[in-house]
Each structure stands twice: as C-alpha cells, then as structure tokens.
C-alpha cells in the first residue's frame, strides 16, 4: 500500500507541474510565481494523486469514483487558490474542466501503452514457448 501512495504522490505531482506550467504558459495567473505558490502546487498535487487512490477500489462504479475524483480534485484546487488569495473567475472553470480532461487524456493513453507492451510481451513469451 504504501508503494501505491508514493506512486500516486509522484503521478499527483507531475500532473500537478505539468498543470501549472500549462497555467503560466497561458498567462491564466497574472502575477509572477511565489515560492508559496509553488509549494502549494505540489502540496495540491500531492493530494490529488491521493484522491486518485479511489480508483484502486473495486467497491464503487467507475462513474462514481470519476465524480468523487472530480470534486476532490476541485476542493483541492479551491483550497489552494483561496491559500494563494487567487480570485476564482468565470474562465477558472473552463480551465479547470479542460486541464482535467487533458490530464485524463495523458492517463488513458498511458495506461493504452502500458497494456499493449505488457500484451505484446506475453503474446512473445508464448510464442517463444511454441517454438521450443
């Protein structure tokens, strides 16, 4: 378990920087970054990536841990802006909604990718074994 929370840490932060950084390139934050800021990014990020442990349980529907997911993400989003003392405007949604769909987008592909190497190394040790 706690090979998971570390890996979910990391994913969290990653995706947390990569959101940020997607955030300044498009000048969506008017003032230039603090080391609070930052630190409330990743401590943000940190907790995203443990809300993302709902999707380790086989105990709810997809849906439902996609929406628990959802509105943890924005609590954890909320919380960190009011920290920044960052004003949440009209556009802070469309950012919010279209930075959580292209995260979403990343995670399925990567996970497309993991599938089909684990696929392709099965399908060649069972081939290899047909061989002998």
């Known amino acids: 378990m706690l090979k998971k929370i570390v890996h979910n840490a990391m994913s969290g932060i990653g995706f947390g920087s990569f959101a940020y950084m997607l955030i300044m390139l498009f000048k969506v ?3 230039m970054p603090t080391t609070a800021n930052i630190l409330s990014i990743l401590v943000m990020s940190v907790g995203i990536g443990m809300v993302s442990l709902i ?5 709810l529907p997809w849906l439902t841990e ?9 609590f954890l989003v909320a919380a960190m802006m009011g920290f920044n003392h960052w004003p949440i405007v009209p556009s802070f949604w469309v950012t919010f909604v279209a930075l959580y769909v292209i995260c979403w987008i990343i995670i399925r592909v990567q996970r497309y990718l993991q599938v089909e190497r684990i696929n392709s190394a099965i399908a060649k040790r069972r081939q290899k074994r047909a061989d002998e």
């Open 29 to 31: 934050q008017p003032i």
């Open 66 to 74: 996609l929406g628990i997911h959802f509105v943890g993400t924005f």
């Open 55 to 59: 999707f380790q349980s086989d105990a």
